[in-house]
């Protein structure tokens, strides 16, 4: 069975790709809507023609390129309702004006269709043991131990089946977006984004045709064999490894092929991600092989969630984009997506933002899928999938600035090809005949597989890994993709569009003989092939005498940097060679990507550590002449630069977590470029003691209450989230009382209340009624401000709201939270806002070294006219805004070639502003945390403004897990759930709830300085 796309159709390696011309200046200067990313713009509201236009502004002026109308947890105008259909058209309408995209979600996902009919659901084998019962099953045979039984996934549709995906893509594709908006396929709308097409693990995927299939292609029944899948019984590894490659070559044909066809025959790009890449044992439950699956899609795409870079699995997350990258180009694919920042944090900085963007770029990314901008942040909508990355955010305004970076990197990320050196075989057919179901009964648990297949996994990423620690470009490849396209051509080892010097295989079970058969005729032509771990000892699955003798004649190395070093140095030159200058593992921590122009070659490297810089030599083999393209400003520059006889020499310098971008343009003669050399010659310091001035109210959030129904007295204090989680799940209907309390050491000039649709509710303060105001929207337009100045006094307060509550429905199914409309009353905490400061009790020990931990005393008191530097700590733990710390310090005159630079010892903001007698310089977003004030510095009495732009995770929190700020976030992080009974999806999800409050960090810590240097050639 061909599970792989017609050439002629995917790419034609006798022309050129669009890419292959000479770099745009202007366009890398000012990149435009196809560099810009694309965000998922979560609807989750009632929508509104004029709220529309206002957020679609704001994502324009905010420099991204594509939306994706997302229904998301929340949304309250009927899905596909004519309402819904007006609106989208407005969206439409509106991103044209702007020269933005627009890709529609596929009407329903692959994992949750409403209304299905059973012969198009998902049908899946399960081992069933001897007491269980579901009356839904089918069985299928009977041994000692299990019943085997076709299981149904009723709201899943059957991917394995044609005429199930042809009916899916009528309902999900024709009749929801075709007939009312296919005059703008191919225009303003670009594309159609998909989520997660997958199988439904523990059951191991079936159709009615997958047996006679199977006997087609391997001559046996596996009807037969159903106990081998379970049990490591008969020949249970051939038997499982047929299956799946029987299984993956029914998704690629029946599910993505036909998808994809559609898109092309209508002008639109296959987009989306996949389920579960992140590990071996992970990906074949989900999906199978995901690398042939990549060549079907136009845009391949994966995503990543938390802030982590080792998650899900506590190993390096690289052959989740590695695997995404290299099959998108061998098969001439020019965007390679991947969806970031999901369940991360409220609290992310541009300097996490980043981290992350980065290490996907050093890995083949093109193209960043923001998750998300969301439509509102009422109720449960700002716990879900946070963060915001959106209006409601203090840095909404400067999201600009590392908008445009991350475009100019993706514009030269997408010219020419990529070029890699080593092809590394992927051994993901190897744990196909060890993967176990009976183990896999948990499917995201990632931390907990199975050991054997576990070992291969991490053999695999430790391969990568190494290759990375010593500069050297690879991809990986699907054994399928290499069976249809691997030839052996004079210039190496040919897959698709690209040719390698070398193959590298990992630890691996089996190999296929089409492999075998490229390996060996590789090798007889003069390439190089290594085993760097365990060799196969099975052909397709079977033992094999030829297999081991064939392999005992290739060499061995071992699975680390130093040994794969010296033996790819005597076999195959390298791109790029690094030297250090005094630390030489700093070397380790630097990754380079590569690419071939019609011009030379464009080098992107990266400094993936976050405490080491990096300074040294990078030697690029060619000749010519090294330009510097600086995605910070658009600008082209000559780095310092010496010709050798086979290389240009570079002296590079990366701070931690920085990158540099730089083109050898072969057709330019070499040139002599000197280094300059800095040195410090006087440092000011400013004292830690600044005013301060506020943009936003300083906020205090009330998250614990009394309550009460008609039915029962005052309840003691309890978190607002645990009464509406009891409520909802009593199904009560009726009044209920929530009683907040807060205490005043002095009275504020100015307070609010800030409620969530606070005209639903009678509100008393201190006993007195409330009338609700205009007032204007705090943070989101769903938090109502209610004065109530006049109402507080010293001492004890309390906030009394009364209101109906309705519990909101259930979905009918899990996806369906996405779509369905459910209306109901959804308890929140309150705010209180105004001109005040917040004072309590500070825990000694924090746990956490980004926190800070209070107790639950809060107490408002007066605003101090200094502070230190950290807000978080002097009165402002809740505040989400602006901060700007203001100082005079004294400057001695710069001397003659001196540069003046304001230096920062730490930033605990999403990034700062910096102003100097009121002159601006640049912003201050990341590592280094310094930047030039030559220009505005004076000698004598200067005023120097740093402008500290916050998140909204004080205020949102979640603030009461023990472990502090880990590196997720997912909604369950703000339930009060006793541990005993959390249910967590995910492994770290699980954390433990404590009364006390933990804030990050908001502000400076330690000493800024003024720092003059001399610039001086070596």
């Known amino acids: 069975m061909r599970i792989l796309p017609q050439p002629g159709r995917m790419y034609n390696t006798d022309e050129p790709r669009k890419e292959d011309h000479q770099m745009d200046r202007e366009e890398f200067l000012k990149p435009s809507a196809a560099y810009r990313g694309v965000v998922l713009w979560m609807l989750n509201d009632r929508l509104e023609k004029d709220e529309i236009a206002r957020q679609i502004e704001g994502i324009h002026t905010a420099g991204w390129g594509t939306v994706i109308p997302r229904t998301f947890n929340g949304l309250r105008t009927r899905y596909l309702s004519d309402e819904w259909m007006e609106m989208t058209q407005t969206i439409v309408g509106l991103c044209a004006q702007r020269g933005m995209k627009v890709w529609l979600q596929a009407g329903y996902m692959p994992g949750g269709i409403p209304d299905l009919p059973v012969e198009h659901a998902h049908r899946g084998l399960f081992a069933r043991s001897g007491e269980e019962r579901n009356d839904g099953d089918e069985v299928l045979a009977k041994d000692d131990r299990y019943t085997y039984v076709l299981r149904t996934e009723k709201n899943v549709v059957d991917l394995l089946n044609p005429q199930a995906v042809d009916a899916y893509l009528e309902k999900a594709y024709v009749s929801t977006w075709e007939g009312r908006f296919g005059k703008e396929f191919g225009k303003t709308i670009e594309g159609i984004w998909v989520d997660e097409p997958h199988f439904r693990p523990p059951l191991l995927p079936w159709s009615a045709e997958l047996p006679e299939v199977f006997r087609k292609l391997w001559g046996y029944d596996i009807a037969n064999h159903l106990p081998e899948l379970f049990r490591p ?22 599910y993505f092929r036909r998808v994809h066809r559609w898109c092309g025959q209508h002008k639109l790009k296959f987009s989306g991600h996949l389920m579960g890449e992140d ?67 409220s609290g992310i900085t541009f300097a996490d933002r980043r981290e992350i963007a980065n290490w996907m770029l050093l890995h083949g990314v093109n193209q960043r899928c923001y998750h998300g901008a969301f439509y509102s942040l009422r109720g449960r909508r700002k716990r879900i999938y946070v963060p915001a990355l959106s209006y409601q955010q203090p840095w909404w305004s400067d999201n600009r600035l590392i908008a445009d970076q991350f475009s100019r990197l993706c514009y030269v990320l997408r010219q020419g090809r990529a070029a890699a050196e080593l092809l590394v075989i992927h051994n993901v057919e190897s744990g196909f005949c060890i993967y176990d179901a009976l183990r896999n009964l948990k499917p995201h648990d990632r931390v907990h597989e199975p050991e054997d297949i576990a070992r291969l996994h991490t053999e695999l990423t430790n ?16 054994e399928a993709t290499l069976a249809y396209l691997g030839r052996v051509t004079q210039d190496g080892l040919a897959v698709g569009n690209l040719t390698y010097c070398a193959v590298i295989l990992p630890a ?84 380079v990507q590569a690419r071939r122009t019609d011009e030379g070659l464009v080098c992107f490297l990266g400094n993936v550590s976050r405490t080491t810089p990096f300074a040294g030599t990078l030697r690029i083999r060619g000749k010519g002449k090294v330009e510097r393209w600086n995605a910070s400003d658009g600008t082209v520059t000559l780095p310092p630069q010496e010709p050798e006889e086979e290389a240009v020499a570079v002296q590079v310098d990366l701070a931690p977590l920085s990158t540099d971008l730089l083109l050898l343009r072969f057709s330019q003669p070499p040139v002599r470029v000197a280094r300059l050399r800095e040195r410090i010659t006087r440092v000011v310091e400013i004292p830690c003691s600044f005013r301060l001035k506020r943009d936003m109210p300083n906020a205090l959030t009330l998250d614990v209450c009394r309550w009460r129904t008609p039915q029962t007295d005052w309840s003691e204090q309890t978190p607002v989230i645990a009464v509406h989680g009891k409520l909802t799940a009593e199904r009560y209907r009726g009044p209920v009382s929530l009683r907040f309390a807060f205490r005043a050491a002095s009275v504020p000039s100015k307070i609010c209340a800030v409620i969530e649709d606070a005209a639903q509710y009678e509100i008393a303060v201190n006993g007195a009624r409330v009338c609700v105001g205009d007032l204007p929207y705090y943070i989101d337009r769903s ?18 709201l009364t209101g109906e509550f309705t519990p909101l429905p259930p979905a009918r199914f899990s996806l369906a939270s996405l779509f369905e409309t459910q209306e109901g009353t959804e308890l929140e905490s309150i705010y209180l806002i105004g001109d005040f400061a917040v004072k309590g009790t500070v825990v000694p020990d924090p746990g956490d070294p980004k926190c800070v931990r209070y107790r639950p005393d809060f107490v408002l008191d007066s605003e101090e006219a200094f502070c ?49 007698n009121g002159k601006e310089a640049s912003p201050i977003l990341w590592e280094p945390l310094e930047t030039d004030i030559t220009h505005a510095a004076v000698a004598g009495l200067n005023t120097v403004e740093i402008e500290l732009v916050g998140t909204l995770r004080n205020l949102l929190g979640p603030h009461h897990r023990l472990p502090g700020e880990p590196d997720n976030c997912w909604s369950t992080a703000f339930n009060y759930t006793p541990p005993a009974q959390q249910r967590a999806e995910h492994p770290e999800e699980g954390f433990v709830w404590t009364d006390e409050y933990s804030f990050l960090h908001f502000g400076v810590r330690g000493t800024i300085r003024i720092v003059y240097r001399a610039c001086e050639r070596a």
Request: glycine fraction near 6%; proline fraction near 7%; aromatic fraction near 8%.
């Open 233 to 254: 019984t008969g020949d249970y590894r051939k038997v499982r490894h047929h299956y799946w490659r029987t299984v993956s070559a029914l998704f690629v044909a029946h």
């Open 279 to 345: 590990t071996l044992a992970d990906q074949i439950s989900w999906t199978g092989d995901a690398m042939p699956c990549y060549a079907e899609m136009d845009v391949p795409g994966i995503d990543h969630l938390t802030m982590s870079l080792i998650w899900p699995s506590r190993k390096k997350f690289i052959t989740t984009p590695k695997q995404c990258s290299s099959a998108a180009e061998q098969f001439g694919r020019d965007e390679i997506l991947c969806e970031m920042y999901g369940v991360s944090s």
């Open 463 to 478: 391969l990568c890994d190494n290759l990375e620690q010593i500069q050297r470009t690879y991809h990986l490849a699907s």
């Open 508 to 591: 691996m079970l089996t190999i296929r003989g089409t492999t075998l058969n490229i390996l060996r005729a590789f090798r007889e032509s003069g390439g190089t092939v290594l085993l760097a771990g365990n060799p196969p000892e099975l052909l397709d699955g079977s033992p094999s005498p030829e297999l081991l003798e064939s392999l005992a004649r290739y060499p061995r190395v071992d699975n680390s940097p130093q040994a794969l070093k010296k033996v790819l140095d005597e076999t195959v030159p390298p791109l790029f060679s690094l030297a250090a200058e005094g630390n030489a593992d700093a070397v380790r921590h630097i990754l």
């Open 783 to 800: 938090f109502h401000p209610v004065d109530i100045t006049h109402l507080v006094r010293e001492g004890e307060n309390s906030i009394e």
């Open 868 to 916: 230190d530097g950290n807000l978080t700590s002097s009165g402002y733990p809740f505040y989400a805004g602006r901060a700007t710390l203001s100082a005079e310090v004294t400057l001695p005159p710069a001397g003659a070639g001196e540069k003046v630079f304001l230096q920062m010892p730490s930033l605990d903001a999403a990034l700062a502003r910096v102003r100097v």
